[in-house]
Nanobody, 127 residues
Framework: QVQLVESGGGLVQAGGSLRLSCAPS????????AAWFRQPSGKERAFVAR????????YYADSVKGRFTISRDSAKNTVYLQMNSLKPEDTAVYYC????????????????????WGQGTQVTVSS
């Protein structure tokens, strides 16, 4: 069992930046691909970004391309989401996820294909 812990959320003005971190408790992260999803209040959880086990291949939702960067530090056993040029519509609870699935790329965007989840961290962007 892998328990994920997110940190780094908070309140920021539009145009600002935040960096989210995700680390597992008790297990190494290196065996899993990792991803970030977000869920605005009253809406469904949506894919944000994914990074491969080796940290080489990344995928992004169109809405965050060019503004967000997902990365991982194996030495620190941590995955990051650097968020720049934040917009009010980025306001949501952000969830870290990890999973062993490797296959059809379209499935990488689906929450069902991830095995482990964090508790979420709130990001609020004010206009």
């Amino acid at each position: 069992q892998v328990q994920l812990v997110e940190s780094g959320g908070g309140l920021v003005q539009a145009g600002g930046s935040l960096r989210l971190s995700c680390a597992p408790s008790g297990r190494t992260f290196s065996s899993y691909a990792a991803a970030w999803f977000r869920q605005p209040s009253g809406k469904e959880r949506a894919f944000v970004a994914r990074i491969s086990r080796g940290g080489i291949v990344t995928y992004y939702a169109d809405s965050v391309k060019g503004r967000f960067t997902i990365s991982r530090d194996s030495a620190k056993n941590t995955v990051y989401l650097q968020m720049n040029s934040l917009k009010p519509e980025d306001t949501a609870v952000y969830y870290c996820a990890a999973g062993s699935y490797v296959g059809t790329v379209s499935n990488y965007y689906k929450a069902d294909f991830y095995d482990y989840w964090g508790q979420g961290t709130q990001v609020t962007v004010s206009s």
